[in-house]
């Protein structure tokens, strides 16, 4: 291999701020290499991205010092057409990168601008129309598809032009846990077949991982951490130093006292020699609650259609202080399960809260039993200030000022956020709104919080923050309902899995037991964590790791 892409004290400030985002960058990407990128959120990573594919300085202007050369020829500058014929990129939102009216003409957009023949240019679309499973869907408009299906078009668009470098920005945010590792396979695939250069950003590290990469760069506040093989990083304290999740078997052999730094082939479990490792542990099987239920939904039934339904008289129930993930394969139901619990759709079927028949409620009368939480808080906010945000919900149905202040300020100090009632909320970062949104939910006093995908590409640090906060909100008698794609969140933080395929709940188990049921995680899916590859490693069960593995002390939320 040679070098294809070189930064040499590469620096670089947008012109709205007042100090650098990259920092002296000393950086040697060889041809056909595939390379991660990894850091916490604000590190640069993604700002680096935009200096390859030429949004910067582009889109996001500023100035530079040093340089960046691909191909050994300055490319700083150079036009987006001109970046682009060098490297196509994969954005993180789905829907900013979509043209076509149709899943056809979306995919075949850069054939088009390429002049390919019509024949040959069909045949190409149907070709990674398939491979993509996108084939049923290319008379679809992108924006009628579910958030997977969403990220596979931008996939299909992009991998059909076949540039010499590629780029994806946080591939696996929209994915449920098995169209994430197809991905992985698919990117790695094309990697081997094409030899492209592929430059992958990403926080799922453990994810990315399921398929090699030749080098890890890991990035934080504008500085180049570490550059080289992800054994080497692996070995070091800089995953956990810098905020980044390691994969989930490391932290259980580091628990067991394997020593990491002597150990070969740590990015591979299945080469991973595990032979001087003792287990023993007692399992306990977890137990169910067995209060009266809070909420009991009975054969709801939903479609945009009339004929294609999305739920299918679908029945579940959930109990006071539980925490409940909801799990399942992209376009399974979960977001319009929400969306009808919360009212915002019009479906049949009934629904009890405390006992009392509530399938008549208006959007205002529901929102004040079930809390809805965005998984983007940008998309809730409409106040500026954070007092106004948290008290939007209560002037709206006409509580007194003096009634307002007194529950808007005990709630903002159950959030955190108290001493912050009267910056704006601009000033505040991600994480902090999440807590906003969260706060003009609880001040309403819903019996039930329900939040979509809440640490979505979130790094460890806003991840344990947003889930030790929902944690502590639990313990304090809140009722906690997550739909996330994260197996790991799902197994940290719930009591419950209720999986979903097809509009109907076709499990209702322990996350530790559900990842014993092969034949449900496949029609989901799903993915087992890799506790249970490393169970099977050591010849011990899974269950049982899988609980020594939660009740480590201080471990999980440290």
């Keep these: 291999?040679?070098?294809?892409?070189?930064?040499?004290?590469?620096?670089?400030?947008?012109?709205?701020?007042?100090?650098?985002?990259?920092?002296?960058?000393?950086?040697?990407?060889?041809?056909?290499?595939?390379?991660?990128?990894?850091?916490?959120?604000?590190?640069?990573?993604?700002?680096?991205?935009?200096?390859?594919?030429?949004?910067?300085?582009?889109?996001?202007?500023?100035?530079?010092?040093?340089?960046?050369t691909i191909g050994g020829k300055e490319s700083f500058n150079r036009s987006i057409y001109e970046k682009s014929n060098l490297v196509s990129t994969v954005l993180q939102d789905p829907d900013g990168q979509f043209i076509g009216l149709t899943v056809a003409e979306d995919v075949a957009f850069a054939l088009e601008n390429d002049c390919l023949e019509q024949a040959e240019m069909s045949e190409k679309v149907k070709d990674w129309a398939q491979r993509l499973a996108l084939?049923?869907?290319?008379?679809?408009?992108?924006?009628?598809?579910?958030?997977?299906?969403?990220?596979?078009?931008?996939?299909?668009?992009?991998?059909?032009?076949?540039?010499?470098?590629?780029?994806?920005?946080?591939?696996?945010?929209?994915?449920?846990?098995?169209?994430?590792?197809?991905t992985v396979?698919?990117?790695?695939?094309?990697?081997?077949?094409?030899?492209?250069?592929?430059?992958?950003?990403?926080?799922?590290?453990?994810?990315?991982?399921?398929?090699?990469?030749?080098?890890?760069?890991?990035?934080?506040?504008?500085?180049?951490?570490?550059?080289?093989?992800?054994?080497?990083?692996?070995?070091?304290?800089?995953?956990?130093?810098?905020?980044?999740?390691?994969?989930?078997y490391l932290t259980v052999l580091r628990q067991l006292g394997f020593d990491l730094e002597k150990a070969q082939n740590l990015a591979d479990l299945s080469r991973l020699n595990l032979s001087e490792v003792n287990f023993q542990a007692q399992y306990q099987k977890s137990q169910t609650r067995k209060d009266a239920p809070i909420l009991e939904v009975s054969n709801l039934h939903f479609g945009y259609q009339e004929h294609a339904p999305i739920l299918r008289d679908l029945s579940l129930s959930i109990h006071r202080g539980e925490r409940i993930a909801i799990v399942g394969k992209n376009g399974a139901g979960k977001s319009t399960l929400a969306k009808c619990l919360c009212q915002f759709?019009?479906?049949?079927?009934?629904?009890?809260?405390?006992?009392?028949?509530?399938?008549?409620?208006?959007?205002?009368?529901r929102s004040e039993r079930i809390g809805y939480v965005l998984q983007n808080p940008n998309q809730m906010?409409?106040?500026?200030?954070?007092?106004d945000e948290v008290a939007l919900g209560l002037r709206l149905r006409g509580v007194s000022e003096e009634e307002i202040g007194r529950r808007v300020e005990a709630v903002l100090k159950t959030c955190g956020l108290f001493e912050f009632r009267k910056w704006p909320i601009s000033a505040l970062s991600f994480g902090q709104k999440k807590r906003v949104t969260i706060a003009s939910i609880l001040v309403l006093n819903p019996g039930i919080i329900l939040l979509d995908e809440p640490t979505a590409g979130q790094d460890k640090k806003h991840y344990t923050e947003i889930m030790s906060f929902l944690d502590e909100l639990n313990q304090q008698g809140h009722t906690i309902v997550m739909i996330t794609h994260d197996m790991q969140l799902m197994l940290e933080?719930?009591?419950?899995?209720?999986?979903?395929?097809?509009?109907?709940?076709?499990?209702?188990?322990?996350?530790?037991?559900?990842f014993s049921q092969t034949a449900i995680l496949k029609q989901a899916n799903l993915k087992q964590t890799s506790l249970f590859e490393l169970a099977e490693k050591l010849a011990v069960d899974p269950k049982a790791l899988t609980d020594y593995y939660i009740q480590i002390g201080g471990l999980l939320h440290g």
């Excluded at 759709?345 to 009368?365: P, R, T, V």
């Design 135 to 182: 084939s049923s869907f290319l008379k679809h408009r992108p924006q009628d598809l579910s958030g997977g299906q969403k990220q596979r078009v931008s996939l299909a668009g992009v991998l059909i032009d076949e540039s010499p470098i590629l780029l994806f920005d946080e591939p696996l945010a929209n994915l449920d846990p098995k169209s994430g590792q197809e």
């Design 493 to 514: 933080y719930s009591d419950r899995a209720l999986v979903i395929d097809q509009g109907q709940v076709i499990a209702d188990l322990p996350p530790i037991e559900l």
């Design 185 to 248: 396979d698919l990117i790695d695939k094309i990697h081997q077949e094409e030899g492209t250069t592929t430059i992958i950003v990403e926080h799922r590290l453990e994810d990315v991982l399921y398929r090699s990469v030749d080098k890890i760069i890991l990035i934080n506040d504008g500085h180049l951490l570490f550059d080289g093989s992800p054994d080497e990083l692996l070995k070091t304290k800089l995953l956990a130093e810098n905020g980044i999740r390691e994969p989930l």
């Design 345 to 365: 759709l019009e479906h049949s079927g009934q629904l009890h809260y405390l006992g009392k028949d509530i399938s008549q409620d208006s959007i205002k009368e």
């Design 1 to 68: 291999m040679t070098s294809f892409i070189e930064l040499q004290d590469f620096s670089f400030k947008y012109d709205a701020q007042a100090e650098p985002t990259l920092k002296q960058i000393n950086l040697q990407i060889d041809r056909g290499q595939k390379v991660l990128i990894i850091g916490p959120s604000g590190s640069g990573k993604s700002t680096l991205a935009h200096c390859l594919n030429g949004l910067i300085p582009n889109t996001y202007p500023g100035q530079q010092t040093g340089t960046l």
């Design 381 to 387: 906010i409409s106040q500026p200030m954070i007092f």
